[in-house]
């Protein structure tokens, strides 16, 4: 059952579309905002994909004091959350239905996806464009070390999280947020509005890309 709050959002969405002022993607931009977060309360993780090799962001969140959600030492973490019912004391962000990139007051979401590459020997975490015109792909985040296993990532300089939110309520998606794009990169024009994106431009090695799925993958779960 859709809630009376997503039934505003999305009846206030229609109404300013349907009056010819703006389509549907830019009403939504303009609507909601983004709010800081306190970011000592998340950790940032390139998860493993069992059997490929292969990792995918995830990000977690402690709710409450009740139960600790996760643990860090050096650039592994430990995902305590998987092991008891989280309800009410985590939150889990898995896919791009939990988290996306927003630059300024736009959000980019159907534009550039976020993608776990491995680097060399460092694990970065990338916002890949929709299409090859769309603009460069550009480095969020990177590990700060080699490692396996759940490994936490640090944002780069310029870029934080930030929540969804509306008419002052915070809503349950994150944004990889950065204030304006890198020095030389900017959004494109009113056509591209649905489709722009995000981080400053990098050079990978092309082996070992890795898309996030809009599906939560099959993970690596340490045994408790």
Partial sequence: MISSFAKRVAISI??????????PAQAASAKMNA??????????????????????????????SERACFSKNGTSVDPLLVSFDFTNICRRYIDSNGYSVRIGDRDYTATYSLNIRRNGNELLLVATPSRPDVGP???????NGNGDGFVS?????????????????????????????????????????????????????????TTTETREEEVDIPLF
């Fill in 14 to 23: 229609i109404s300013a579309s349907t009056i010819g002022l703006v389509n």
């Fill in 137 to 143: 792909e550009l480095e969020v985040a990177r590990a």
């Fill in 153 to 209: 990532l640090t944002l780069n300089a310029g870029w934080s999280l930030r929540k969804r939110s509306w008419q002052g309520r915070t809503l349950s998606h994150l944004y990889l947020y950065r204030e304006a794009f890198p020095t030389g990169h900017h959004a494109d024009t009113e056509a591209d509005m649905n489709e722009n994106s995000q981080v400053s431009p990098i050079q990978t090695n092309k082996a070992d890309q």
């Fill in 35 to 64: 709010t800081p977060v306190n970011e000592t309360k998340f950790a940032v993780v390139a998860a493993p994909i069992r059997g490929s090799g292969r990792s995918q962001l995830q990000i977690y969140e402690q709710v409450s």
